[in-house]
């Protein structure tokens, strides 16, 4: 779900709901590749545009990057699908992804976020 365009089409009927998401907090302070994601959107001048399914694409970008790093030269389909099914407990900047033989699904991690006054996700 596009949280932001729901959020804003609810209007103040929004503040108080509860919206769950597979990613962690895109505003965190304290996670490394939350904060990597917000200075990168900065310095392309897209600061406005922070949002959980941007966080979401941007570990997705970083595992892929890995994969076709682990992979190696001559890149095969099966040696990118061997590349991603090592990536266990991978650390993408303090959210870990967990790869392996048939384990398509790099992540278990589900979070609750409130909507606050004025549209504004709180924790």
Do not use: H
């Amino acid at each position: 779900m596009g949280t932001q365009s729901t959020i804003q089409a609810l209007g103040p009927d929004g503040v108080g709901v509860v919206v769950t998401s597979v990613v962690p907090f895109p505003w965190s302070q304290s996670l490394p590749v939350a904060q990597e994601y917000r200075e990168l959107l900065k310095k392309a001048g897209m600061q406005e545009t922070v949002s959980f399914i941007g966080l979401e694409v941007f570990i997705n970008a970083k595992v892929l990057v890995e994969g076709l790093r682990c992979a190696g030269k001559d890149l095969t389909r099966p040696r990118f699908i061997q590349a991603l099914e090592s990536l266990q407990q991978f650390d993408v900047g303090g959210f870990e992804v967990n790869f392996g033989k048939g384990v398509r699904q790099g992540s278990r991690f589900v979070d609750l976020t409130i909507v606050g006054a004025g549209g504004k996700f709180t924790r």
